[in-house]
């Protein structure tokens, strides 16, 4: 399963990491993904999502009509 956020679009960034001796690896941030039911009550049922942290944040802050609303707008399958 992919590790993108379904609200932000929020994906691993990719970096290098460097040890004591200065020795350069390859090394990947992921985004913090949870899966998490919302409610829609204009729906009458739950929809299930994979979000960021930040994501759950918006959803709280904007409500999850409107996010919903956003995420069709953009094509995404809810």
């Known amino acids: 399963m992919s590790n993108i ?6 994906k ?3 970096g290098r990491s460097i ?4 020795r350069v690896t390859n090394r990947r941030w992921n985004a913090n ?7 829609v009550p204009s729906e009458k049922r739950w929809v299930k999502l994979r979000v ?3 994501g759950i944040k918006t959803i709280n802050k904007k409500g999850i009509e409107t996010v919903i609303a956003d995420m069709r ?3 995404e399958k809810v």
């Open 12 to 14: 691993p960034s990719f």
């Open 73 to 75: 707008r953009r094509g």
């Open 52 to 54: 960021s942290a930040k």
């Open 33 to 39: 993904i949870q899966t998490q039911r919302f409610w």
């Open 5 to 10: 956020c379904q609200v932000t679009g929020r």
């Open 19 to 22: 040890s004591h001796s200065h």
